[in-house]
T-cell receptor, first 117, second 113 residues
Framework: AQTVTQSQPEMSVQEAETVTLSCTYDTSESDYYLFWYKQPPSRQMILVIRQEAYKQQNATENRFSVNFQKAAKSFSLKISDSQLGDAAMYFCAYSRLQETSGSRLTFGEGTQLTVNP | EAQVTQNPRYLITVTGKKLTVTCSQNMNHEYMSWYRQDPGLGLRQIYYSMNVEVTDKGDVPEGYKVSRKEKRNFPLILESPSPNQTSLYFC????????????FGNGTRLTVT
């Protein structure tokens, strides 16, 4: 079974600084998807970024980028120029590359990010 | 507006009193699923459904039932709730194909006393 581990229950960053959230996973699959979701106090689950394992290039979405190390099974999220609105719980998630099964996700424990003004 | 709608948003009940949390999506998605979120454990899948009348267990199905009589609806049923089912519940849906993003509802906070 696949597992996802986020070893940092809490992180904090100063506004405008950069912060990196860690995620490691375990799988025997060679092709899969990895995700970072943001959950603000509103409880809404917001997809931040997605990475396909077969792509060498790290995904980037504006101020959010990932460092995907396939051999090490590591998938960290870097937030640049942190803003107060980035304060949230962040979840790392894994999904197998399956032909007909939608998006069944395995989630990590979550990292609570605080942004200090 | 494309969305997944869960109701109620908050629910407080007592042990043993049957309850249903509703979930409806308007995107014609084949795939629907339920997750529960607990501190320190992240989100864990309870049940999922590939299409009408097709459901299967996720990672933590004990104490829960689901049904998929219509494509748009996927209710979560707790026949005899217990305090260990106090949690935040999410319904999600997507198309039944690779690379289809998962759409989440806004969550239901359930407290069982």
């Amino acid at each position: 079974a696949q597992t996802v581990t986020q070893s940092q229950p809490e992180m904090s960053v100063q506004e405008a600084e950069t912060v990196t959230l860690s995620c490691t996973y375990d799988t025997s699959e060679s092709d899969y998807y990895l995700f970072w979701y943001k959950q603000p106090p509103s409880r809404q689950m917001i997809l931040v970024i997605r990475q396909e394992a077969y792509k060498q290039q790290n995904a980037t979405e504006n101020r959010f980028s990932v460092n995907f190390q396939k051999a090490a099974k590591s998938f960290s999220l870097k937030i640049s120029d942190s803003q107060l609105g980035d304060a949230a719980m962040y979840f790392c998630a894994y999904s197998r590359l399956q032909e007909t099964s939608g998006s069944r996700l395995t989630f990590g424990e979550g990292t609570q990010l605080t942004v200090n003004p | 507006e494309a969305q997944v709608t869960q109701n109620p948003r908050y629910l407080i009940t007592v042990t043993g009193k049957k309850l249903t949390v509703t979930c409806s999506q308007n995107m014609n998605h084949e795939y629907m699923s339920w997750y529960r979120q607990d501190p320190g454990l992240g989100l864990r899948q309870i049940y999922y459904s590939m299409n009408v009348e097709v459901t299967d267990k996720g990672d933590v199905p004990e104490g829960y039932k689901v049904s998929r009589k219509e494509k748009r609806n996927f209710p979560l049923i707790l026949e005899s709730p217990s305090p260990n089912q106090t949690s935040l519940y999410f319904c999600a849906s997507s198309f039944e194909r690779n690379n289809s993003p998962l759409h989440f509802g806004n969550g239901t906070r359930l407290t069982v006393t």
